[in-house]
């Protein structure tokens, strides 16, 4: 018995197959359309099976827009701190309990969530200064600013560790009043 051999290019049929070259090409003319025909149609279900919120992001959680420069003038006041403040967004499908979840800045600065529950495709607003926290917005509780004018970065972290997502910035301008859009 001899053995195997691929496709020989130098006959006219195959040692492997016993198909003459015109044949072999015209197998793989018919074969590549409908190949191509049903990628396609695999591709264009599996687009169309993804959800809309996972074009824009990767997870369910997420840093959204960030006022580390609040208007007016920076005096420590009440009014003053809150005004500086970071959007975290649920734009998931589920609730989720934000327990141990952390949002830090470069300097290391942490907020360290205690127990809230995150409604799906809602917003959470950590604001620097004093107050009561209710639905909706929590507060640092901080005497002093967090975010830097000048440039910085904020990062929520899992309890876990592990870096969920993150948002820099430069300094403060005109033009972008201290406010950063992270998504």
């Known amino acids: 018995m001899s053995p195997l051999r691929p496709y020989d290019h130098t006959r006219s049929t195959s040692t492997f197959t016993g198909t003459t070259r015109k044949e072999h090409r015209m197998r793989i003319r018919t074969a590549v359309p409908i190949a191509l025909t049903a ?18 992001h990767q997870g369910g959680l997420h840093l959204g827009t960030v006022q580390y420069d609040g208007p007016g003038k920076d005096d420590r006041s009440k ?9 975290i967004h649920n ?18 600065y942490t ?26 917005t929590v507060y ?25 997502d993150s948002c820099s910035w430069k300094r403060s301008t005109s033009a972008n009043k201290g406010v950063k859009s992270c998504h």
């Open 39 to 56: 990628a396609t149609a695999l591709a264009g279900s599996l687009l169309a099976a993804a959800p809309v919120s996972a074009a824009g």
């Open 79 to 87: 009014r003053s701190l809150n005004a500086e403040w970071v959007d």
């Open 91 to 108: 734009n998931g499908r589920k609730k989720l309990q934000l327990k141990g979840l952390k949002l830090k800045d470069d300097t290391g």
């Open 111 to 136: 907020y360290t969530f205690g127990s809230y529950t995150i409604g799906a495709g809602k917003t959470v607003r950590v604001r620097t200064g004093k107050g009561g926290n209710g639905s909706g």
């Open 140 to 164: 640092w509780n901080r005497g002093s600013y967090v975010w830097n004018n000048t440039g910085d970065k904020a990062r929520l972290i899992k309890p876990g560790g592990k870096l969920l």
